[in-house]
């Protein structure tokens, strides 16, 4: 029997994990993109990423969270390297902003995920490093944790090649219908799944671009203090700090403390240099003083300037082009799709071999901007 071929253009998190559950189904699978995968461009570049299942009242992203957790355990025994560390989260309800909060311990009870509800008091004994001052409560998710991004994506290629996938460098274009392009000519598969992050866009003018928003994130790391493990994952969550626009890491394997303001900034994906600008440096400063005040007067000892591609109601894309019938797009990270890599790309996986169709959700359009309280992003 002929093996179905697959063409997967982006080798970010998306393409990896779809690239690797379809080799693993039997099919001939080649993975193209135009840089090294890991490269510090691509949205699955940073040293990490938070995994929670906190999701709003949304029970769809809940579930996949908590089943991602599973799979991403299975691969980090299947590569044999540390790709997930559970130090928990720490989600803070600011007062007066916390509807997300307050539709997420309902779901939580739903689903089944564990959590405990803390009163500010709860937090400022179990996790000093935290100011919790203009907090009504916070949750806390001990199965979250974090991801180590850039060794994820090339565990996922190291697996993916062991079943047998094959790995290209190309930069792929699309012609004036959209179709995808390689060297001149189009793109010869069964199915093309293009998995292209924010670059997705400019390639779809027609069909993605009107869904998409992309937005430039800067992160930066903050030194421990010397002499002291506080700050280390082994004694500090990650956190969601949505109140402030901001959510964090605690160091881990030497990184520092990662600080995200989430401050939608301008960002040219392909000409730019990926230096964070002194604005964004000074407002999260004065977040990491204000919220971790034991680390104040620490230096910047890293930074990474990232983009993610949004679309209105914060849901991924996973549909067919309209046009093009083996074109399927695969991704619309909208901020938070490291985590359910594993499961998105093992959906993805049976949407592309015809098996079942895509969900609703993760149709290309018509979209609309949801509240906080519907939001699963709570943006
Ligand atoms: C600062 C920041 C913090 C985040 N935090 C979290 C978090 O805590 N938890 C979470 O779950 N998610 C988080 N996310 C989101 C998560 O990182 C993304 O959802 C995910 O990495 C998207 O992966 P991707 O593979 O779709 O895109 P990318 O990783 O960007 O990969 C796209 C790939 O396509 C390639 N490509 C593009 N165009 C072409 C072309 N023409 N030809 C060939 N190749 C091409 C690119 O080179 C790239 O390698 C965060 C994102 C950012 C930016």
């Known amino acids: 029997m002929t093996k ?13 994990m779809t690239a690797l559950s379809l080799q693993r189904r039997g099919c001939q699978v080649t993975l193209i993109d135009k840089w090294e995968p890991g490269h510090a461009r691509a949205a699955s570049s940073d040293y990490n990423r938070v995994i929670r299942a906190i999701s709003g009242r949304d029970a769809f992203y809940t579930r996949w969270a908590r089943e991602s957790r599973q799979r991403w355990l299975e691969l980090q025994a299947q590569a044999g390297e540390n790709l997930m560390y559970e130090c928990g989260a720490l989600i803070l309800a600011t007062a007066g902003h916390c509807d997300w909060e307050d539709a997420t311990s309902q779901t939580f009870d739903e689903v089944g995920v564990p959590y405990y509800r803390f009163t500010p008091a709860d937090v400022q004994s179990r ?9 009504a409560y916070a949750l806390f998710e001990p199965e979250a944790g974090l991801l180590m991004a850039h060794r ?18 190309g930069a792929v274009t699309t012609d004036t219908s959209e179709r995808p392009m390689l060297d001149g000519k189009p793109l010869e598969a069964d199915v093309i799944i293009m998995a292209t992050g924010a670059w997705m866009a400019d390639q779809f003018p027609r069909t993605i671009k009107p869904i998409s928003q992309i937005v430039g994130i800067n992160v930066l790391y903050t030194s421990t203090p010397e ?14 700090d949505h109140g ?23 960002i040219d994906l392909d000409n730019e240099a990926r230096l964070v600008k002194k604005e ?14 034991g680390l104040a007067g620490q230096k910047v000892v890293d930074s990474k300037f990232n983009q993610i591609i949004l679309t209105p109601d914060t849901h991924f894309v996973l549909d067919w082009h309209p046009e093009h019938n083996n074109v399927l797009f695969a991704g619309g990270c909208s901020g938070h799709l490291f985590k359910h890599a594993p499961v998105f790309g093992d ?14 959700r993760f149709k290309i359009g018509p979209r609309r901007k949801l509240s906080p309280r519907e939001s699963p992003s709570g943006r």
Do not use: H
């Open 244 to 266: 402030q626009g901001s959510f964090g890491i605690p160091s881990s394997e030497g990184s520092g403390v990662k600080a995200a303001v989430v401050i939608p900034d301008k």
């Open 127 to 135: 996790f000093q490093q935290f100011k919790t001052d203009d907090i």
């Open 280 to 293: 964004m440096i000074n407002r999260t400063e004065a977040y990491v003083r204000r919220r971790l005040p």
């Open 227 to 240: 002499g002291s493990d506080t700050y280390d994952m082994a004694k500090m969550p990650c956190w969601i």
């Open 4 to 16: 179905t071929r697959i063409t997967i253009v982006g080798a970010g998190i998306t393409g990896t």
């Open 347 to 360: 959906f993805a996986a049976g949407v592309a071999l015809r098996e079942y169709g895509t969900a609703d």
């Open 152 to 169: 994820c994506v090339l565990a996922g290629i190291k697996l993916f090649k062991q079943a047998g996938g094959v790995v290209t460098r």
